[in-house]
């Protein structure tokens, strides 16, 4: 099973970054790019940190604990550039209004 993974945890490592910088792209967006990157960023690290040997049990779910408080506030983190308010009404110079440029 670790030798299935090997190369797998490295291409979810690419393809997670490369949706995380397509989520721009409004059809990728539509589709959850953000939130696939994320969880295929999370798996990478996840699961880095278990099969290393040197790192001790209790630290090892102390890491665990502390990618999944990151993994939630990227997941969070998308929603906030989308929910602004209502921008103010601007108001056209005078110079413009005067040769017909409208709103």
């Given at each position: 099973?670790?030798n299935?993974?090997?190369y797998g945890?490295?291409?979810a490592?690419?393809v997670?970054?490369?949706l995380?910088?397509?989520?721009n792209?409004?059809?990728?967006h539509?589709?959850?790019?953000?939130?696939?990157?994320c969880?295929?960023?999370?798996?990478?690290?996840?699961?880095?940190?278990?099969?290393?040997?040197?790192?001790?049990?209790?630290?090892?779910?102390g890491?665990?604990?502390?990618?999944?408080i990151?993994?939630?506030?990227l997941?969070?983190?998308?929603?906030?550039g989308?929910?602004?308010?209502?921008?103010?009404?601007?108001?056209?110079?005078?110079?413009?209004?005067?040769?017909g440029?409208g709103?």
């Amino acid at each position: 099973m670790r030798n299935l993974f090997r190369y797998g945890n490295k291409a979810a490592l690419i393809v997670g970054v490369l949706l995380l910088f397509l989520d721009n792209v409004p059809l990728a967006h539509e589709f959850g790019a953000w939130p696939i990157g994320c969880l295929l960023c999370f798996w990478y690290s996840a699961t880095a940190v278990w099969e290393d040997q040197r790192i001790g049990p209790k630290v090892k779910y102390g890491l665990i604990a502390y990618l999944v408080i990151a993994l939630l506030m990227l997941l969070f983190y998308q929603g906030f550039g989308e929910d602004q308010g209502e921008k103010p009404d601007w108001s056209l110079p005078p110079a413009l209004k005067a040769m017909g440029v409208g709103k």
